[in-house]
């Protein structure tokens, strides 16, 4: 990221710098064109304005005219038109051409007359220049220096007067053109085409070594003429311009300053032109532009830097935040480390590499009851059996060349009892030292489960060889893998003829069929259950048998062993084949038993109604008939008739009786019993009404009878029925009581092993208990008519009404000390 | 057959029941004025003017029928059930007077209209009573239809 940013850094400066250079070419090629322009002009100005002198000058010197006007003067020179004529034209030289002063000189040099007037003396130099002008006839160019009289820088043309021919010509005079060059040369200097603060020209001449200025240096505040230089002053414009080339040049100027120069030489003068400008001035908009561009770039180098900056820290937060990330994870695994090495269920232990222990964990104290701290003055040696010690060297052995290595020892605790364990041990290496790390695990129930296993497969095996049912195990294909030997016994078959064949092939076609099919599906089902097919013994002979197969995988769920059960069932199929047939007769024969019984019913049924109405009709016919004739013919009978005839009446009743009490019986067991909730204490009191309405008459001493009827707790029962069997009964009580002074009758219920026992206890005749079983046949008595009239339908109603009701009935009794009848009722599962 | 106005239609096939009956019932009611029918059949066509009794006039009707239950050919629940369906003798009351006690005849006795019930008692004294009883109510002292 940093780097990034020197780089771009780098790469902006250079550009900038390439730039700049670039710049700084095209602008001083800009200049060093302008200079040049500059340069040639002025250079074609100096030039132009030396020649309008010298053009000037030589038009007097030539001028006959001139020379006669100024020897008419000269000859006479008090004569003042001819004064007059000289001054006019003097005044008009110096007018026109704008000369500082023309003098006229005498060939002794000696100021004649002069524009404008006045002038009397001309200064030594001047002398001198016109001396040499007038001895040579030449015109004398004086340059530039400083007049002694006048103190002011001048720059004299000596022109000779000459008259005559040639080569007899005669000098008659002397005009001395005098010219101020601050008011004719040096604007034309000092004027600059272009606006420049440090644009400057010089005019410079040789003088000896030395390099003269001619004009004022303002920047040094040098006056004309006052500064020289030495030629050797090196990159000096004006020295170059003077001893070296002209053109263009780059050097310092006097006051150490670089400057661009253009350097020339006026024709037909011993000046040199320089024309320099401040390299600073030239650069001055590179260098504000550089200005601008760097402010420019530093605002963008801020700018980037404070991105870079702004994104390196956010690399650093990044960075720190993953390293915090990462050490918190660093921690975890080790606490991680720590928390499964202290609570592993296993033993975990470090040595070092004598095998002395260093290190162990929680369980290890636990499992072999010494203290961390007596563990680590222990080696790993100890912590084996006595007997598996020796091994110790020879077991681990191997980790010599593996890293890791898993064995199985006998270890012993600090108490002496011994367990199985398996080691898995592992060399660590830590800076070139050598530890081993041992995880321990207690095998005891391992080896107690294998232990129980090969039992299991020692009776598993004792079973299949000794077992009279047949197993077969077969492949995921369904040939035999084996079978046991009662398979071989029971279907006649060596094993050689049978292991490795198509257990499909031993069954009848159309049980193989079935078998295949069902087989298809058995890997899904994993298991036959008692289905059935026909084998083909070695006989020949088809086995009906019953096949239970159960399947075995294998470790990823393939079908492996499918273990089958088989048994003989042909025997059983038969038995079972004539229970059914003999069921099915038994059931045809209830069948048959049942119409039969029904039309037995039937025709009772009818044989009953018959003997209601047709036994009955005769007996009526008696009775009517011979109460007809013991009344009708009362006159006609005597006394003993009537009693016969009332015989005949008695006995046609008992009939009656008979019968009624004969049907009512059979009617019990064939009417539909119509249980509900009843209070027995209303039956009792119904039983007890209707009792005294029947025997109204034939006991009339009610008054004799005690009559005691304890609270009866609720039944379920028929209640016309039970009302029934207290009639009968409570009948019987007062019946065989009678004889008694007073009848002692008394109806109560008791409870015994949760059974409600109903009871009628009298004080009457009672009866001897070794006739108890024969009191509630029909038509039993155990008195005589006589005695004590009835049927000896009663009781055998009472039981059979019990007996319909689920309960039991029986009696307590003894000879005149009275009868107990008790009966149950089958308890209905009451819910409230 | 005359047309004599009857006052009861016994109809009982036992000819010694008929006899006792009739004996019995003879101090209200002249034995002229009784019809006796031997079976279910016999009771019809006289209630029903057919067949021996077609000429008889169906507009002069016993005034109950004693109807005994057990009867030859048509039984006496048919009877019963014939004469209190027909709107012409559905008013003439009938006393079912039978031997059988069984609850199951009373009840469908009942059902079809009979008026009364009785079981002849063995005892001629307690019928002769009942008789006399039945005699009573229905023909002097129970008001009839069209009298």
Redesign the interface.
């Given at each position: 990221m940093v780097l990034i940013f020197f780089l771009l850094l780098f790469a902006l400066i250079l550009a900038g710098i390439v730039s700049d250079h670039y710049q700084r070419i095209s602008l001083e090629q800009t200049n060093q064109g302008r200079l040049a322009a500059i340069a040639d002009l002025k250079a074609q100005q100096v030039s132009s304005w030396l020649s309008e002198r010298r053009a000037n000058a030589d038009t007097i010197l030539k001028s006959p005219f001139t020379a006669a006007s100024i020897q008419a003067f000269t000859t006479h020179p008090e004569d003042p038109q001819n004064q007059e004529e000289i001054f006019t034209w003097l005044g008009s030289l110096q007018k026109n051409y704008n000369y500082q002063s023309v003098i006229l000189l005498s060939v002794q040099a000696k100021s004649l007359l002069s524009a404008p007037a006045g002038i009397q003396t001309i200064g030594k130099t001047a002398a001198g220049f016109s001396r040499q002008a007038i001895q040579t006839r030449q015109i004398v160019f004086s340059d530039l220096y400083r007049d002694e009289i006048t103190q002011h820088l001048t720059l004299d043309y000596c022109v000779p007067l000459l008259i005559g021919d040639e080569p007899q010509m005669t000098v008659i005079g002397l005009v001395l053109l005098r010219i101020d060059p601050d008011t004719s040369l040096y604007p034309l200097l000092d004027s600059w085409p272009i606006a420049s603060k440090t644009g400057e020209t010089q005019l410079v001449r040789r003088e000896g070594d030395d390099v003269i200025f001619l004009n004022r240096i303002e920047r040094i505040q040098a006056p004309a003429l006052s500064l020289r230089l030495p030629a050797n002053t090196p990159d000096l414009p004006a020295a170059q311009a003077v001893f070296g080339q002209p053109g263009d040049f780059k050097g310092v100027s006097e006051e150490n300053v670089p400057v661009f120069a253009a350097l020339r030489r006026i024709p037909d003068s011993p000046w040199y032109l320089v024309i320099q400008v401040d390299q600073d001035e030239i650069y001055q908009p590179l260098a504000e532009r550089n200005r601008l561009l760097l402010v420019v770039s530093a605002v963008l180098i801020t700018a980037a830097g404070t991105l870079t900056g702004m994104l390196w820290r956010q690399r650093e937060a990044r960075f720190y935040k993953e390293e915090y990330l990462a050490e918190v994870r660093r921690q975890a695994l080790s606490e991680h480390l720590l928390l499964i090495s202290r609570y592993s269920n296993d033993i975990i232990l470090l040595s070092n590499q004598h095998w002395s222990l260093l290190e162990a964990n929680d369980r290890a104290v636990s499992a072999y009851q010494y203290s961390l701290a007596e563990l680590q003055k222990m080696s790993m040696p100890q912590l084996f059996s006595i007997e598996t010690r020796v091994n110790f060297s020879r077991q681990i052995q191997p980790l010599d060349e593996k890293e890791g290595l898993v064995f199985e020892a006998t270890h012993q605790r600090k108490d002496g009892f011994t367990f199985p364990v398996e080691i898995s041990a592992r060399t660590i290496r830590v800076d070139g030292r050598k530890f081993y790390q041992s995880i321990i695990r207690d095998i005891t129930e391992r080896k107690q489960a294998e232990e129980a296993l090969r039992e299991s497969e020692r009776r598993f095996r004792l079973f299949y060889e000794q077992s009279p049912v047949g197993y077969q195990s077969l492949d995921e294909k369904a040939c035999f893998i084996d079978v046991n030997p009662a398979w071989l016994a029971t279907f006649g078959y060596e094993r050689a003829a049978v292991i490795g064949r198509y257990f499909p092939d031993f069954l009848t076609p159309d049980s193989k069929a079935r078998f295949e099919n069902l087989f298809a599906e058995f890997e899904g089902a994993g298991e036959f259950r008692s289905m059935e097919f026909e084998l083909v013994c070695g006989t020949g002979e088809v086995m009906l048998i019953s096949v239970n197969g159960k399947a075995g995988y294998d470790e990823i769920g393939r079908l492996g062993q499918i273990h089958f059960i088989l048994h003989d069932i042909t025997e059983q199929r038969r038995a079972e084949e004539a229970i059914r047939k003999m069921n099915e007769e038994l059931e045809q024969r209830v069948l048959e038993r049942t119409t039969q019984f029904e039309a037995a019913n039937k025709e009772l049924e009818a044989f009953s109604y018959s003997v209601s109405h047709d036994l009955r009709a005769p007996l009526r016919a008696i009775d009517g008939f011979s109460r007809i004739l013991s009344e009708e013919y009362t006159a006609e009978l005597s006394p003993e008739a009537h009693r016969y005839l009332d015989l005949v009446r008695n006995n046609a009743q008992t009939m009656s009786n008979l019968i009624d009490n004969l049907l009512a019986f059979s009617r019990l067991g064939r009417q539909p019993l119509k249980k509900q909730r009843v209070q027995p204490n209303e039956v009792v009191t119904q039983s007890l009404d209707l009792l005294r309405l029947e025997h109204g008459e034939r006991c009339p001493d009610w008054q004799r009878i005690d009559l005691v009827v304890h609270p009866l707790p609720l039944c379920d029962a028929d209640p016309a029925l039970l009302k029934q069997v207290f009639v009968n009964l409570l009948s019987n009580a007062i019946k065989f009581s009678s004889k008694k002074e007073r009848s002692q009758i008394e109806v109560g219920c008791l409870e015994e092993n949760h059974e409600k026992i109903y009871f009628v206890r009298d004080n009457g005749v009672g009866f001897d208990m070794k006739y108890a079983p024969k009191l509630f046949g029909v038509f039993q008595r155990l008195h005589r008519v006589e005695d004590y009239e009835g049927t000896g339908v009663g009781l055998a109603i009472v039981q059979r009404i019990i007996h319909r009701h689920g309960g039991r009935v029986w009696a307590l009794g003894e000879v005149d000390q009275g009868a107990t009848f008790c009966f149950t009722l089958q308890e209905e599962r009451i819910n409230d | 057959m005359t047309d004599t106005p009857v006052d009861i239609l016994l109809v009982e096939d036992?000819p010694?029941?008929v006899e006792?009956t009739i004996?019995a019932l003879k101090s209200f009611c002249p034995i002229n004025r009784i019809q006796v029918a031997r079976d279910g059949v016999e009771a019809l066509e006289y209630t029903f003017c057919t067949g021996k009794y077609m000429h008889r006039s169906p507009t002069i009707q016993p005034r109950m029928i004693l109807l005994d239950l057990?009867l030859p050919r048509v039984d006496g629940i048919q009877v019963l059930k014939r004469v209190k369906s027909d709107p012409r003798t559905q008013g003439i009351p009938v006393i079912v007077l039978?031997?059988?006690?069984?609850e199951g005849d009373v009840e469908e006795s009942y059902r079809l209209g009979a008026n009364s019930y009785i079981i002849?008692?063995?005892?001629?004294?307690e019928?002769t009573h009942a008789a006399r009883i039945l005699g009573a109510y229905w023909l002097e002292l129970n008001r009839s239809i069209g009298m």
């Open positions: - | 036992n010694n029941d006792l004996h057990k039978t031997s059988s006690s069984d002849k008692p063995v005892d001629f004294a019928f």
